[in-house]
């Protein structure tokens, strides 16, 4: 979280934009799924200004449980009822988890560098 490539999405939240939805047990916070638009010296060499870039967090012992799908069923609700037209992510392709979560929820791949895809989600 503290590196400079993970700070961008939680420094100053919640701005103007942000979105985010947090999975609970027992009320006690067990993931969560955000988007936030960058701009300036935020955005990384492949990221639009015009569109929002995903992160999400899943505590490991509620890994494969289905609380990723549910955050990112609430995430893409919400940033369609906010006139969001497209999401982007990026992730590894090394992650085979997180790259079918991505997937099953129409997310594409538009770039790839390496390792490295990224992947995106429009929505109507």
Known sequence: MEEARNR??????MRVGD???V??????PVG??????FA???LSAIDDPEVPVLAIAVERDYRGCGVGG???DALIEHAR???ISAI??????FNDAAVRLYRSRGFAEVFRRGEGVQMRLTLD
Do not use: N, P
């Not at 961008?8 to 939240?13: A, L, Q, T």
């Not at 999975?23 to 006690?28: L, N, P, Q």
């Open 70 to 72: 549910l955050l990112m």
């Open 40 to 42: 300036g010296e935020e």
């Open 8 to 13: 961008r999405f939680w420094s100053g939240w």
């Open 23 to 28: 999975a609970e047990d027992d009320a006690v």
């Open 88 to 93: 982007s992510l990026t992730t590894g392709l």
């Open 19 to 21: 979105i985010g939805v």
């Open 81 to 83: 009822a906010s006139g």
């Open 32 to 37: 969560a799924a955000w988007i936030r638009r």
